[in-house]
């Protein structure tokens, strides 16, 4: 069983003056999730990330496609009770203070009253507001907020979270508090599934990422992997300068020291220059496949033309 | 759900008693009953008539003004300011939480009316030098003005399913204005013929006829109200309110939240 499995999920917004056009939102996305994994959803402003959260909690409607969470029908209320989930820059009711906050939505998650009183505490301490008292939300800031936005998704200790930009508008400390959560989540076994477009975020915390651009799902791995793939380049290094001048168009870039040749070749030439390089007698010393950064790995899916794009004249 | 239910509408009251939508009150229960000895000066024999039509009507348009300016942010104001994803990523469906609004506000409006019951009376106490048998009367008057703030919280709660906090406002209030004059609307009809008549009829039954939960100057003349009457007009603003409220459901139900 998966944690979340989305199978076609598509949403389209009516535009236009007699909303008779549509623009599509999010294109046919199938993914999933395994439980106890961290997914990052990785994506440009306005990709789909949200829109796909906002669908998986119900509030909009998906135009095709399905999707389930922990086995169940992704509208079940009985499965609700077990998700948590944070919006992107949330807004509470600011007229509360974080108990009575977080009371409430344990209630409205069918939390029983003798258990409420005991979590809250528990919740408010682990975020790190265990001193906030009475104090109403709105002389909370920003950084205090998005804390009492991870313990509203967590009060009820659901089993699968689901995160929309925890990190977006905090500064260096507050994106390291919440981070230092999200890890605590994860070590506890939780599924997480969150949306960003901080890269460092995903590269610390996730398994695998998802990168989404223009409503399409990308390409979906393990960050180490991906990283990899980007890079698409090896950095050889061989003794032989006579033989540089040979395979020279094989090469991106060169450095000559001496005897010792330290180029860089794209690894689809790799095999046609080694063959070369053994042909010209050069000593191969070391081959070395570059890891690129997942900003490399991201600006190259993100620069891709969707597949609509792709069979256009 | 009666737990989900009760929290939501629980909610809502404190919402509006920490807006201090409640403050209306205390003005307006200083203002009655600072008043009182006044009326007895400028209407020699007419003080009692004079205090039972003004805090009576105050209190329905107090009322009134309340349940639109609230009702109409019900809705919107939490789909603007997204406190609603997270209430409807929890296992809420989205009829408990018209509903859980729905009572919300209506309890604001109970406990409103009721802490101006009491100064209503204090007033009612100083202007009269006391209470008479007939003064139990204007009880059911006010339990009338509740059932208009049942149809008006149900009508403002429809219209902030679907329109913008201002059009949701003009609707309400022109309802309400039409719903004050149900009954000569009813007699057009029946004075009208062809479409007209057909036109006027429709719109008569559809408007809420607030007319007839209207009985202040029934009251403030001390003539008794029956039996039937008071069950009429509990059904009719039962059923008025829950068809409403049904439709603002079935809105809701099918609402995309941007």
Redesign the interface.
Known sequence: MHAIEIRGLSKDYPVGFWKKKLRPALKSLDLTVAVGEAFGFLGPNGAGKTTTLKLLMGIIFPSSGTARILGQHYLDPAIKKKIGFLPEQPYFYDYLSAPELLGYYAQLSGMPALERSKRIGAVLERVGLGDAGNKQLRKFSKGMLQRVGIAQAIIHDPEVVFLDEPMSGLDPLGRHEIRELMQSLKDEGKTIFFSTHILSDAEALCDRVGVIHKGELRDVGVVNDLRSNVAGKSEVIFEGAHASAKVADLLSESHITGETVRAIVQSNDLDLLLEKLRHHRARLIAVTPLQGTLEDYFLAKTSEKTASEAVRP | MT??LS??TL?TF??AV??RVLYNLVLFVLLLVACAPLFGQISIGLERLILVNVGLSSMSLFGVIIAIFVGIGLVSKEIE?????????????RWEFIVGKYFGLLMTLIVNTGLMTVGFYVALIITAHGLTRADALLLVAIYFIILQFMVMVALTLLFSTFSTPIFSAIFAFALFVIGTFAEDLKNFAALSQGASKWLASAAAYLVPNLASLNIISQAAHEHAVSGSLVLMNTVYAVLYSAAATTAAVLIFE?R???
């Open positions: 737990s989900r929290a939501i909610n404190r919402e920490r807006d300011k997204k406190t609603l994803y997270t209430i409807l990523s929890r296992p809420v469906r099918r995309n939240l941007k």
